[in-house]
């Protein structure tokens, strides 16, 4: 074989140099794609914890709230008004947890970084 002139590369050493470089190009693109999903896994991970406990407090309100009005029937004020306040306070708190976290799971499945809350 020829040797190129000038001392350029051949036509088979720039195709064997192009199909080395798109294979980098195609594993930084993967390594990209999956760090981008670790992230947004990571951002999900305390908005996803929030609406968890938000939902495991509403049963306990609901108990509550029952327990209160079982007891506010016997005496008629007492135990009634404390198992309301109780169930207010119980229904606030799973609220507030609960917008929190579902607004944290919108801004990670979004991917916008200002509305979440994170450092990272």
């Not at 720039?14 to 693109?29: I, Y």
């Not at 981008?36 to 305390?46: D, H, K, V």
């Amino acid at each position: 074989m020829l040797a190129p002139p000038n001392g350029k590369d051949g036509l088979g050493a720039l195709v064997s140099r192009l199909l080395e470089e798109g294979r980098d190009l195609v594993r930084a693109e993967i390594d990209l794609g999956k760090a981008i999903a670790l992230n947004r896994i990571a951002r999900a991970r305390l908005g996803l914890m929030m609406t968890g406990a938000a939902v495991l407090l509403v049963p306990s309100a609901i108990t509550t709230l029952l327990v209160g009005c079982l007891l506010g029937l016997r005496p008629l004020v007492g135990p009634f008004a404390a198992g309301l306040i109780v169930s207010i306070a119980t229904f606030c708190i799973a609220g507030l947890l609960g917008k929190l976290g579902v607004d944290r799971l919108i801004a990670a499945a979004s991917g916008d970084d200002a509305k979440d809350g994170s450092k990272a």
